[in-house]
């Protein structure tokens, strides 16, 4: 149980285009969903919370007009990057917390890396 | 602040050696401290919660330990198969964020 799947595994896109992310939970209900940013040998930074049907929580310094998220469903939240630059390329990873548990764990996506030319 | 530091940073280990990797943490009220284990180009995996001090987790090589400042995670005999980056996150009271160290970068030798 627990799983959580990330589409597309890799991208590339060219500087100026917009990129989306998926990030679906398969086999719970995810109220919380969480983007971060990971740059190599580094841990991950957090980018944003996001509940179900609700704007998105964005930390300090993260562009919310350049990182779109979404959350329309309990099982599916969006990150979109848009007017995406070289320095956007980065390992992008999301995590959803199960709304029936009280335990509070994230379970991860796979990550997607996205490469900016 | 709350903050999360974790050592070493980086360890290598003989197949069998055992050893322990450390998590100090401070934050304004624990709800949870978590291990996962992170391999290249992958999301972490989630190994174990911990709650209160006192609490101890085991599965299969490894045992997650907790006090009011730190976390251990013991690794005994440790196989190639355990090589990766293991993380350790800490979740205050009153958020649902999780605060991460840099990681511990294992490598295990046959």
């Known amino acids: 149980g627990a799983v959580v799947s990330q589409h597309p595994s890799r991208v590339i896109c060219k500087s100026g285009t917009s990129v989306k992310i998926e990030c679906r939970s398969l086999d719970f209900q995810a109220t919380t969903m969480f983007w971060y940013r990971q740059f190599p040998k580094q841990s991950l930074m957090l980018m944003a919370t996001?509940?179900?049907?609700?704007?998105?929580?964005?930390e300090q310094g993260v562009e919310k007009d350049k990182f779109l998220i979404n959350h329309a469903s309990l099982t599916l939240s969006t990150l979109t990057v848009t007017s995406a630059h070289p320095e956007d390329s980065s390992f992008y990873i999301c995590?959803?917390?199960?709304?029936?548990?009280?335990?509070?764990?994230?379970?991860f996506g796979p990550g997607t890396r996205l490469t900016v030319t | 602040e709350d903050q999360v530091t974790q050592s070493p940073e980086a360890l290598r280990l003989q197949e069998g050696e055992s050893s322990s990797l450390n998590c100090s943490y401070t934050?304004?009220?624990?709800?949870?401290l978590f291990w996962y284990r992170q391999d290249p180009g992958k999301g972490p995996e989630f190994l174990f919660t911990?709650?209160?001090a006192g609490e101890e987790k085991e599965k299969e090589r490894l045992k997650a330990t907790l006090t009011k400042k730190e976390s251990f995670l013991h690794i005994t005999a440790p196989k190639p198969e355990d090589s990766a980056t293991y993380l350790c996150a800490v979740q205050a009271s009153d958020t649902d964020k999780l605060i991460f160290g840099t990681g511990t970068r294992l490598q295990v030798f046959p």
């Open positions: 911990l709650y209160s």
């Open positions: 996001s509940n179900e049907g609700s704007k998105a929580t964005y």
């Open positions: 995590s959803a917390s199960d709304a029936g548990l009280v335990t509070y764990e994230q379970y």
């Open positions: 934050v304004s009220g624990l709800r949870g």
